[in-house]
């Protein structure tokens, strides 16, 4: 069973362009969650989807982003107009039950690190 | 959600066992403690869970007193393979995130 994917693994825009960032959960898991980490900082949590659902997004920026995870494909967290300061590593997490729900662990992906030059 | 404190940095040797704790005083009655590790260039993975007293996987044990104000991540026998940022998080039931602070860098030598 494959793990959760991410890609790609490494992106580099210019400033004012658009990120596309693209994550598949783990075969049978339709809870995605999105995280952003800076350079030796722990993860932030940014938004939490399941299929064609976003059900908390209260850790994402108001502005230039939006997430989605369509009934078919992968789930995509978008950033339009980038700027410097969104250079880090973002992680997709996926997990076949609501977190919570009687356990708390997330199968995380190996990141996309987002460039912005 | 409770605030956890950690260390910010452990050494250790090869083949000792390994004990980090964390802090978290103002923790809820429904909430769990869970940890996670972290290796350089990589996603966290889970380690453990748990709501009192003992728990134990093949992996390592978490140790959590009576007042649940606090909780210790226990490693046996480390190998250089364990270096790596171990997270603490109090995470609540009715949330949909976990809270990673700045967690513990723990250095394994030969």
């Known amino acids: 069973n494959a793990g959760v994917m991410q890609n790609p693994r490494h992106l580099v825009r210019r400033r004012g362009q658009e990120a596309r960032l693209r994550c598949s959960p783990m075969?049978?898991?339709?809870?995605v969650y999105w995280y952003r980490q800076l350079p030796e900082e722990g993860l932030k949590f940014m938004v939490y989807?399941?299929?064609?659902?976003?059900?908390?997004e209260s850790g994402m920026p108001k502005e230039r982003f939006s997430a989605e995870f369509p009934k078919e494909g992968p789930s995509i967290l978008r950033i339009q107009q980038v700027v410097r300061g969104d250079s880090a590593a973002y992680f997709c997490?996926?997990?076949?039950?609501?977190f919570g729900q009687g356990s708390y662990e997330q199968y995380f992906g190996p990141g996309t690190r987002l460039t912005v030059t | 959600l409770a605030k956890t404190t950690q260390p910010i940095s452990m050494d250790s040797y090869e083949g000792q066992e390994v004990n980090i704790t964390c802090s978290h005083n103002?923790?809820?009655?429904?909430?769990?403690i869970t940890w996670y590790q972290q290796f350089p260039s990589q996603g966290p993975r889970f380690i453990i869970q748990?709501?009192?007293t003992k728990v134990t996987n093949e992996v390592a044990s978490l140790f959590i007193p009576a007042d649940r104000k606090s909780s210790t991540l226990s490693l046996p026998r480390v190998s250089l393979s364990d270096t790596a940022v171990y997270y603490c998080?109090?995470?609540?039931?009715?949330?949909?995130?976990?809270?990673f602070g700045a967690g513990t860098r723990l250095t394994v030598k030969p």
């Open positions: 103002n923790i809820a009655t429904n909430d769990y």
């Open positions: 998080l109090v995470v609540a039931g009715n949330n949909n995130d976990m809270r």
């Open positions: 748990g709501y009192k």
């Open positions: 997490a996926s997990s076949p039950i609501r």
């Open positions: 989807l399941q299929k064609e659902n976003i059900i908390d």
């Open positions: 075969k049978g898991h339709s809870h």
